[in-house]
């Protein structure tokens, strides 16, 4: 189904068996829809004004859950704090987080060669936290199990 922006004027995009079997996750952009099924067990996509020009963007991945668009136009600008730097690690910046006394701080995680990432915060005394990474292709997918999350970062856009 597609809508317009106050959720009127729906009118259908697919309907069709065969090509929505058991679909998970939508994201559009420009002109194409994106969805994951579970049956076709990857990530499709389709024109969404016709939902013609039905293609298999990546197939073979058993369960695939959320879907998300990555590119330059769909990106806020935002500085490279490496740009100059030659070490081991590979910094991916976070959002600011709201701590105590209402100020704000910028939180990054280095990424070891070990395939897991430890987290920092400015005057942490304990020990770093360390999530485990999984890379899928040029995805990476970023485990927190100390608080239930499992985050997902276009890997080939990381520098």
């Known amino acids: 189904m597609s809508c317009d922006y106050w959720g009127e004027n729906t009118r259908l995009v697919i309907r069709s068996h065969e090509r929505l079997r058991h679909p998970f996750s939508l994201t559009v952009f420009e002109e194409r829809l994106y969805w994951t099924d579970w049956d076709h067990e990857g990530v499709l996509t ?44 590979m910094c991916l910046p976070r959002a600011h987080l709201h701590v105590p006394k209402n100020l704000f701080i910028s939180l990054f995680f280095l990424v070891s060669h070990r395939l897991s990432l430890k987290a920092r915060l ?10 485990f990474v999984v890379f899928l292709r040029d995805r990476a997918f970023l485990s927190d199990w100390g608080r239930h ?11």
């Open 46 to 89: 389709a024109n969404k004004f016709t939902g013609n020009d039905f293609k298999t963007v990546m197939n073979g991945v058993s369960g695939p859950m959320t879907v998300r668009v990555y590119h330059e136009m769909a990106q806020p600008d935002h500085p490279n704090k490496c740009a100059g730097h030659e070490c081991q690690h």
């Open 149 to 159: 999350l499992v985050k997902s970062v276009d890997s080939s856009q990381v520098y």
């Open 122 to 131: 400015p005057g942490m005394r304990t020990k770093s936290l360390e999530l």
